[in-house]
């Protein structure tokens, strides 16, 4: 097959799986329990009639397959609907949180991945050394420590201790920007945007980049266990040669996998590291709006988040029949 | 050349240390003005004063809007927009005169005419999810010379009109006027409160300015509320100089707050938590029954451990144990696990097969789910609790964390699904925790109405959540309109009384804890902060008073970490360059 009708297979399979996805998104979030109108559960001010006249208003009490063709149409018209909440077109509310974790998550991957992919390399080569033990219990003692933890930790020590200890800097415990700081003018709002982002994102590197290495460094070691990596030492080639141009790029297809698959992930969102540093990201929002059943916001976000997935996949699956063009005619 | 440049940026890094406001404000005296930072740990998701679903979206609404009248710390009526009030023999019609000198925050003033367009729209759409009661109560709307009038078919009480209909936000007919109620966002608010809006970053923060044409004096010159998630992070926040106020700090970090010019205060909030015994099964329709496993809880231990003494023993009378219609003399249950032992033995429930669960009168095992939401992880501890004290006196009970939107539909919360009175899975259940919230009954006379009456929502057929269906419903029921509908306050309280002793014999309802609040607050920046038994230091007459004591001393430092930064730049540029 050439390289034409393999995109084609591939981009095919993926506009089934979007559809799919979404699909089971709408239909499984329809049927669990509660609505949208719950959030004034146990409010003696708003009586059972209330709720109900939200409800229809909502469109929430038409019978679910007409929902679903109404989800259909307006998805097809680039409508991702309106947040009953937030009282705002989907688009919008996650237009507003997207930016920043961008800024953060994107950062961080962007970090992560490229660190990540060469320190594993790295102390793969140099396997059973210290430096590698020493690579091995790093990760494992971060990984040992809830995520959260650690960032309450940088949070106590970066922005309330270092204070209490009279150093001549901290960093912000919570959000995104000083209140006030659109009115600065660029450079010091560009200067106060990335103070607050130093915490949360050194947090999540150092997870990342940890967690990145681990995987590459895997893969090499099996990598070089193998028998061509010997033909090759046999070849008389230099080490580089082996490391770079057979082992590495052989190690590094899974790696270009998780990467694909990570892409949709970044608009999820840290849930955990967002919260912590109270970061104005998607990963906030979207778990409140599934706690509070706004259906068009959590459906908007996960369009969002399956057609990048899908999207990664296949930017993913295309490179890969690029490296590897035995997968192409497979 | 490289002189040159040292010498400049040394320069620059004393201009950017100089502009530091952390370093700027030494030496000066105390002003007044200043930010008061206080912070919400949720962002709110409209500004809509009529569909707000949160107590974020309220707290920022009420900076902005002001109605008629508001509750002051002791819950008496406070004239805000309303200059004074008068009402008929027969309480059936109300006069609000309204003040001359109030504004909107965009300048304009504030007439009679937006008062009856705010409280006209109300009455009018029955839909609206934050709308008095009472609007369904009025039968005419007037507007004479500077003062409305609200007629009624029926003589309301003050505290029904004064704390529930003349709390109703006012909104500006100029900018309301032809708008969909239902999906404006409201997202840059002109109320006429005592603070402006001005900017709101989305889980970010707002930001808010003193209101200068405000009919009260205000100090400070504005607040900023940031939306700050975790307790532990406003905790550092506060104790680093950044916000000024807190809520429910860990109980660890509380005990520390005094070393940061913190002080404590602690208040108790109108939400109380009950087991809700389901009364449509058996044995749980056993009035000695539901004694008996209220006689078995150790309410005391629950509050102190589990609540880590911020509340209170909320009394079986179903009334806040305070204010003025409390009803000390109503039967409570003081833990006492013997006396559940004998009230059980003398139902003859007996453990009969020796497994150490006693049997009911149908001999069937004394045991029972409790569903609980499994977010609030106090509330299952309770549960726990209980678990353990029922346990010597053959009760069994299996914990049953759910998520609160199943647990709210199987209680019956919901009352109907696509008008089905009768869904599947509702009442589906042996008992429950739950809590109610707002229903003032520490001086609301009829708060029981609200919640028992079986002419009302909660205590109607459709919702009924505990299934209370005994003779005492309907006694309580008749107290209860003869109370709505009275005028004597001798026969309003007695009946209150009266209400509540029914109440705590009968146990339609089986209340376990008021919940309270800690708070702490800054007292090395600001003073007059004003404190209420039922309010946190953050409230209107906070507002009202609270000025500047010092200068702030929380700045930017960023700008002089930035100084710093330059001057390593600068310093490693010009040694490269000389290396060079």
């Keep these: 097959m050439g390289l034409r009708g393999y995109i084609a297979k591939k981009l095919f399979f993926a506009a089934v799986a979007f559809f799919v996805a979404i699909t089971i998104v709408f239909f499984l979030y329809h049927v669990i329990p509660g609505n949208p109108a719950n959030i004034f559960a146990t409010d003696r001010t708003v009586n059972p009639d209330q709720r109900d006249a939200l409800l229809e208003r909502w469109g929430l009490n038409e019978p679910l397959w007409k929902q679903y063709g109404i989800f259909l149409r307006n998805l097809f018209q680039g409508d991702l609907g309106f947040s009953y909440l937030q009282k705002m077109p989907v688009t919008d509310v996650i237009g507003e949180s997207l930016p920043w974790t961008l800024l953060l998550l994107g950062t961080s991957f962007v970090l992560n991945a490229v660190i990540g992919i060469f320190l594993g390399a790295f102390v793969a080569w140099r396997r059973g050394s210290k430096l590698d033990t020493g690579f091995v219990l790093t990760y494992n003692f971060y990984n040992a420590i809830p995520l959260f933890f650690v960032g309450m930790l940088f949070i106590a020590l970066f922005s309330f201790y270092v204070r209490k200890w009279g150093w001549g800097f901290y960093f912000p415990a ?148 690029f490296i590897d063009p035995r997968i192409r005619t497979e | ?253 509380e005990d520390a707050a005094e070393f940061y010019n913190s002080s404590v205060h602690t208040a108790l909030n109108d939400y109380w938590v009950y087991l809700g015994m389901n009364q449509r099964r058996y044995p749980n329709n056993v009035t000695e029954f539901r004694q008996a496993v209220s006689y078995g809880i150790d309410r005391d231990e629950i509050v102190e451990i589990i609540k880590y003494g911020r509340g209170a023993v909320m009394p079986a009378s179903c009334n806040l144990p305070w204010g003025t219609y409390y009803n000390p003399s109503a039967k409570t249950y003081p833990y006492n696990i013997t006396k559940t032992i004998e009230m059980l033995d003398a139902l003859g429930w007996t453990d009969t097969n020796a497994d150490d669960i006693r049997e009911d009168g149908l001999g069937q095992d004394l045991e029972f789910d409790v569903i609980v939401s499994a977010d609030a992880q106090e509330s299952v501890d309770t549960v726990k609790f209980i678990k353990t004290y029922l346990e010597p006196a053959g009760i069994k009970v299996n914990v049953v964390p759910i998520i609160w939107d199943v647990l709210w539909q199987t209680v019956g919360g919901l009352g109907h699904i696509d008008q089905d009175y009768d869904y599947p899975g509702k009442y589906d259940y042996d008992w429950a925790v739950l809590g109610w919230v707002g229903f003032w009954s520490d001086f609301h006379p009829s708060s029981f109405y609200w919640l028992l009456s079986a002419d009302r929502w909660w205590g109607s057929d459709d919702v009924n959540i505990p299934g209370w269906n005994s003779s005492v419903r309907w006694e309580v029921t008749d107290l209860c309109n003869d109370t709505l509908y009275s005028t004597d306050d001798a026969v309003i309280e007695a009946n209150i009384d009266l209400i509540q002793e029914l109440v705590a014999e009968d146990l339609p309802y089986v209340p376990l804890q008021v919940n309270g609040g800690t708070y702490l607050y800054k007292t090395d920046e600001y003073k007059g902060w004003e404190l209420g038994p039922t309010d946190g230091p953050d409230n209107y007459f906070t507002w009202l008073s609270i000025q500047l004591i010092k200068p702030p001393e929380a700045g930017p430092g960023f700008l002089a970490l930035g100084a710093i930064i330059t001057l390593v730049v600068s310093v490693a540029f010009v040694r490269y360059r000389r290396r060079k």
């Design chain 2, 1 to 253: 050349m490289n002189k040159k440049l040292l010498v400049s940026a040394t320069f620059l890094t004393l201009i950017l240390i100089g502009m530091s406001p952390s370093l700027m404000v030494w030496g000066q005296e105390p002003i007044i003005g200043g930010i008061l930072h206080t912070p919400l740990s949720a962002d709110a998701h409209a500004l809509n004063p009529f569909s707000w679903t949160t107590t974020y979206e309220a707290y920022i609404i009420w900076h902005i809007y002001d109605p008629l009248v508001r509750m002051d710390l002791e819950n008496q009526a406070f004239a805000c927009i309303a200059e004074s009030w008068s009402h008929s023999t027969d309480y059936s019609e109300w006069t609000f005169v309204i003040k001359d000198d109030v504004y909107w925050h965009d300048g304009k003033k504030l007439t009679v005419d937006d008062v009856f367009w705010t409280y006209n729209m109300l009455w009018n759409d029955t839909n609206v999810p934050r709308r008095s009661w009472l609007f369904d109560e009025i039968t005419d709307l007037q507007i004479v010379d500077n003062t409305i009038v609200v007629s009624f078919g029926w003589g309301p009480k003050p505290a029904d009109v004064l704390y529930d209909l003349a709390t109703t936000l006012i909104v500006p007919e100029h900018i309301w006027d032809g708008i969909d109620l239902y999906t404006f966002a409201n997202d840059e608010p002109i109320g006429s409160g005592p603070f402006k809006f001005v900017e709101w970053e989305r889980a970010q923060f707002f930001r808010l300015e003193t209101h200068d044409q405000y009919q009260f004096p205000i100090y400070v010159d504005g607040k900023t509320i940031p939306i700050i998630s975790e307790v532990e992070a406003q905790f550092y926040a506060l104790a680093g100089g950044d916000i000024e106020t807190m809520a429910n700090p860990p109980p660890e970090l």
């Design chain 1, 174 to 321: 919570y959000g995104a920007q000083t209140a006030g700081s659109s009115e600065w003018g660029f450079f010091p709002r560009l200067v106060d945007i990335l103070w607050h982002l130093a915490l949360p994102l050194t947090v999540l590197t150092i997870a990342g980049i940890l967690g990145w290495s681990w995987f590459m460094r895997g893969n090499l070691i099996n990598i070089l266990t193998e028998d061509y990596i010997k033909t090759a030492r046999a070849k008389g080639l230099n080490e580089n040669q082996v490391l770079y141009k057979h082992a590495f790029r052989n190690a590094i297809l899974p790696v270009v996998t998780n990467i694909g698959m990570s892409i949709g992930g970044l608009i999820g969102g840290a849930v955990l590291i967002e919260t912590v540093f109270s970061y104005p990201g998607t990963g906030r929002m979207l778990y409140e709006a599934l706690i509070r059943h706004d259906y068009p916001l959590v459906q908007g976000a996960f369009i969002i988040i399956s057609g990048l997935t899908l999207l990664g996949l296949l930017i993913a699956e295309i490179i890969y029949g």
